[in-house]
Nanobody, 122 residues
Framework: VQLQASGGGLVQAGGSLRLSCAAS????????MGWFRQAPGKERQFVAA????????DYADSVKGRFTISRSITKNTGYLQMNSLRPEDTAVYYC????????????????WGQGTQVTVSS
């Protein structure tokens, strides 16, 4: 499975961006999809995940109420809608897929996209 993330860019604080993650080379219909981010000099951190059927979502506390994760099974694509962006959201955002149906902090993801840069100016 190959993952292609897109949609990043430069936005002012308070603005919005929508990231997309298109999967190819296999179906991800039974797999959980997650978004992670890594800021310069910091470790990669979990942002959000959506279960295989979209029925369950998980969010990091720092993005709850501002970010919304979703997916389209028919399009084999996941999305991360980011609203009320803050300068501290600046990072490279990665999408990933885990063959398990639900997110678990203890279960590593199997496939990773190349990342898309999100920069939020103050």
């Amino acid at each position: 499975v190959q993952l292609q993330a897109s949609g990043g860019g430069l936005v002012q604080a308070g603005g919005s961006l929508r990231l997309s993650c298109a999967a190819s080379g296999g179906t991800i219909s039974t797999a959980v999809m997650g978004w992670f981010r890594q800021a310069p000099g910091k470790e990669r951190q979990f942002v959000a995940a959506v279960s295989w059927n979209g029925g369950r979502t998980d969010y990091a506390d720092s993005v709850k109420g501002r970010f919304t994760i979703s997916r389209s099974i028919t399009k084999n694509t996941g999305y991360l809608q980011m609203n009320s962006l803050r300068p501290e959201d600046t990072a490279v955002y990665y999408c990933a897929v885990n063959r398990s149906p639900y997110h678990s902090d203890d279960d590593p993801y199997d496939y990773w996209g190349q990342g898309t840069q999100v920069t939020v100016s103050s």
